[in-house]
C-alpha cells in the first residue's frame, strides 16, 4: 500500500494481560522502525529492522516487549504483562533503502497513524 | 549519543503573522539530516521540512523555512503566514548519517503552537 496501516487504532487491556499491535509498512520500504509517544508527548524509539532482521533493539525493554517483521505478513510489537505505564500510542515508521543499503535524505520516514494502548 | 533540545513548551500566534520555533542538537557526528515534524490532534505525524547537514543553503518548502547553523547546532523553523491549520505538536528530530549508524529519528520533547484567528 501507498501508506503505513497501523492496527488496531486503539487497543484497551487490563494491566497484566498480553498487547499485540501491527504495521504494515509501504510496499517497497525495507526498513522498519517502531516508537512509543508517552503521554508528555515525547518519543521514544523502541526497535527497527532492514527486511525481516532486526537492525537495532537498543530501546527495546527486553523482559516484555518483543517484535517481529516476517515476510508476507505485517509486523508486530507485543507486550507480554503489560503495565499501566506501558499506556502509549506506539507508532510504526518506514523507509525506503537504495541500493547501497543508506539511509538518504530524500527517502525520509513514513509514519502510520499509531496505535493507541491504553492499560487499565 | 545525539539530544534534541526544544526549549520552548508553548507558544502562539496571530493568524498570518511569522513565527520561529527554535530547536538545538548536540552530537559528534559530521553527517547527518535534521527534520521538523507536525504532530496536529488527529496525532499523525506529517514531515514539514529536512536539512542535510552537509548543504549549506537552508531548506525551504512553502511557507516553511529553516536557518541552520551548523557551528551553533541550531536549527530553527520560520513559519510564515500562519495559518489555523498550523496548529499542532512540532517535533525537531535528528538522524546520524555515519555508515552502519541506528538510522533511528532522535526526537525534541516537542512544542504547542497554537494559531489563534
Known amino acids: 500500500g501507498e501508506e503505513v496501516a497501523q492496527t488496531p487504532k486503539h487497543l484497551v487491556r487490563g494491566e497484566g494481560q498480553k498487547a499485540k499491535l501491527y504495521c504494515a509498512p509501504i510496499?517497497?520500504?525495507?526498513?522498519v522502525f517502531w516508537y512509543q509517544q508517552v503521554l508528555k508527548n515525547e518519543f521514544k524509539f523502541l526497535i527497527s529492522f532492514q527486511n525481516e532482521n532486526v537492525f537495532d533493539e537498543t530501546g527495546m525493554p527486553k523482559e516484555r516487549f518483543s517484535a517481529k517483521c516476517l515476510p508476507n505478513s505485517p509486523c508486530s510489537l507485543e507486550i507480554q504483562a503489560t503495565k499501566l505505564e506501558d499506556s502509549a500510542v506506539y507508532f510504526c515508521a518506514s523507509s525506503q533503502i537504495p541500493g547501497s543499503g543508506k539511509l538518504q535524505i530524500n527517502q525520509p520516514q513514513h509514519f502510520g497513524d499509531g496505535t493507541r494502548l491504553s492499560i487499565l | 549519543a545525539q539530544t534534541v533540545t526544544q526549549s520552548q513548551p508553548e507558544m502562539s500566534v496571530q493568524e498570518a503573522e511569522t513565527v520561529t520555533l527554535s530547536c538545538t542538537y548536540d552530537t559528534s557526528e559530521s553527517n547527518y539530516y535534521l527534520f521538523w515534524y507536525k504532530q496536529p490532534p488527529s496525532r499523525q505525524m506529517i514531515l514539514v521540512i529536512r536539512q542535510e547537514a552537509y548543504k549549506q543553503q537552508n531548506a525551504t518548502e512553502n511557507r516553511f523555512s529553516v536557518n541552520f547553523q551548523k557551528a551553533a547546532k541550531s536549527f530553527s523553523l520560520k513559519i510564515s503566514d500562519s495559518q489555523l491549520g498550523d496548529t499542532a505538536m512540532y517535533f525537531c528530530?535528528?538522524?546520524?548519517?555515519?555508515?552502519?549508524?541506528?538510522?533511528?529519528?532522535?526526537f525534541g520533547k516537542g512544542m504547542k503552537l497554537t494559531v489563534n484567528p
Open positions: 528530530a535528528f538522524i546520524a548519517g555515519s555508515p552502519g549508524g541506528s538510522e533511528k529519528l532522535v
Open positions: 510496499k517497497g520500504h525495507s526498513y
